[in-house]
Every structure is written in structure tokens, then in C-alpha cells.
């Protein structure tokens, strides 16, 4: 291995999108791009929340681009100029170990950003702002914090809920965990209060009670649905509309949508890419159709 220390020079620059034009068109490489990550970052960038790291954007000794494409292609897409580390003068068998280290999840994010939170609330908040159908969706940690802070007071109790309730021979999975911290603000407290400690003890005073011990049984018998399936989270679901309603149910069927409304996002936190590129498969011709309305 080469020894290239001397040769390498580390500098902050902002990174306009022209610039990142000319540095995207310095490498003839065939990298491939992964549009949903372009996506999320490109998002982070037109929120205001990109962060300045000592990871940043990387060029050979050729001045040739090798690390950071989704980084430039994110701020074209974003129309954003933003500031960044960049490194020069790496030999070519230093490119050969970039992006080697172990990948940070959530919870890692979470801690090295100094917020003390259940890992939950992540999927929980993602879920609670996108939909269930995205609760596999990869959405940056800062965009998934502000989801979280603005429905702290639902996942919060529908995290200590989560705590109380939960069986030795059962965890309650995040799409539950969701479908209960979006209840929240459909139900007055007592009665969702009533609901867990029902869900919790499996005992009833009152007929009205018995849609939480039906989803109670239906949960430790493993039939409300995969653990991270829609099916759980609309099953669980309807026995809180039940159970919200006072409605005496014996079997547990799936909701056919969402029954309880969500305080509106505002504007601010509605997080998108909105000039048509959004879409996984926009790809390659998308890409160069930005370049040449820019150019």
C-alpha cells in the first residue's frame, strides 16, 4: 500500500449545484446511484437539515471524483448549495477502502446526536408521518427526529404503554406500537389508558372492554399478523376503534384504513422531493435530463 499522506489536502468547500455538476462530470467512472438515497438526501438538504461532518466528498490524484456522487447529485436535486469536507489527492489503492466501516442504524445516530430515546420511536415516528406502507422505507435520522418531536406526545405514551403491557411471550413490534401512539389522539386518555392496562391484564369489567383482551389473545396466539405487516397494525387498529367506541366485538377483523386523524404535519416537516425525480426507478435518464435543463 502506498503511503500518500503527504500528497492528500483536506479543506471545507460549499458546493454549489454547478459545482457539483463539474465535479460529478470529472469522474468516467460507471458508479452506480441509488436514487432513493439521492432522494433522502436531497430532501435533508432542501429542509435545512444538512450537517457539515469531517465526512465528506473525495478526489484521486487525477482530481477525479471518488467518493460523494449521491452527495452532488442531492444537491442539484435539491437546488441546494451546501458545505462539506473535501479531501484530495487519495492514491488509488486508498479508494479501494472507502465506505468500509460498519454502517449506523438509527439508534447510533440517535446516540452520537445526544438524544436519549426507546430505538422504537423511530420506526414508530416514521410510520405515524408516512404511512404504514413505508415503515420499511430507509428516511434519514434528522427528518425521522423531527417526525418524532412533533408526535412526541402520542409515541412517548404509546411507548410507555409499550412498557407496561408487554407480555413475557410477546413484543409488541413498531407497526402496533404505532397504531396505538396514532390512537392516542383519537381517544381521551382514560379510555386509552383503560385500553392498555385491559391489553396488559387481559381482565374486563364491562363487555365494552373485551375488543383489547380479543386482540390480547389473537397477539400471544401469534394470529395478528407478521410482526412488521399492515396486517398487524390494522388489526390492532380496529380493536381500539372497537374499544374507543365501546363496541362488543368476539373476533378480531383488520380495519379497512385509518380510523384515527393525526395532527397535520406542517409544511415545514412535510418532507419530499417534488420535481418529478422522486420516483426509485426516475434513474439514469431523469439524471441527465436535470443535468441538461441545467446546463
Not at 449545484?17 to 430532501?43: C, F, M, T, W
Amino acid at each position: 500500500m502506498t503511503n500518500n499522506a503527504a500528497a492528500i489536502t483536506v479543506k471545507m468547500e460549499t458546493i454549489t449545484p454547478e459545482v457539483a455538476i463539474k465535479y460529478l462530470d470529472s469522474y468516467k467512472g460507471n458508479r452506480p446511484i441509488k436514487q432513493s438515497h439521492v432522494n433522502n438526501l436531497a430532501a435533508q438538504m432542501s429542509a435545512g437539515l444538512w450537517k457539515s461532518t469531517h465526512q465528506g466528498i473525495a478526489f484521486n490524484g487525477g482530481n477525479e471524483l471518488v467518493d460523494g456522487h449521491h452527495r452532488m447529485w442531492a444537491v442539484i436535486l435539491s437546488d441546494t448549495p451546501i458545505k462539506t469536507m473535501v479531501t484530495r489527492g487519495l492514491a488509488e489503492d486508498d479508494v479501494a477502502f472507502l465506505d468500509l466501516g460498519a454502517a449506523r442504524d438509527m439508534a447510533d445516530a440517535a446516540h452520537y446526536d445526544g438524544v436519549e430515546v426507546d430505538k422504537m420511536a423511530w420506526p414508530v415516528a416514521k410510520i405515524l408521518a408516512r404511512g404504514i406502507t413505508t415503515a420499511n422505507v430507509k428516511v434519514p435520522f434528522p427528518i425521522v427526529r423531527s417526525w418524532y418531536e412533533f408526535y412526541k406526545a402520542g409515541i412517548d405514551a404509546a411507548l410507555e404503554a409499550r412498557a407496561i403491557c408487554q407480555p413475557s411471550r410477546q413484543k409488541m413490534n413498531s407497526v402496533m406500537t404505532a397504531a396505538l401512539a396514532r390512537a392516542f389522539y383519537g381517544m381521551e386518555r382514560p379510555l386509552f389508558d383503560r385500553f392498555v392496562q385491559t391489553l396488559k391484564t387481559g381482565q374486563v369489567e364491562v363487555k365494552a372492554d373485551m375488543a383489547a383482551t380479543v386482540l390480547r389473545d389473537a397477539w400471544l396466539t401469534g394470529r395478528v399478523g407478521k410482526a412488521q405487516s399492515s396486517e398487524a397494525y390494522f388489526k390492532m387498529t380496529a380493536a381500539l376503534r372497537a374499544f374507543n367506541e365501546r363496541r362488543h366485538i368476539k373476533t378480531l377483523q383488520r380495519a379497512e384504513g385509518e380510523v384515527f386523524k393525526l395532527p397535520k404535519l406542517p409544511a415545514s416537516l412535510n418532507y419530499k422531493v417534488t420535481n418529478g425525480l422522486d420516483h426509485p426507478k426516475a434513474g439514469t435518464k431523469a439524471r441527465k435530463k436535470l443535468l441538461e435543463n441545467r446546463v
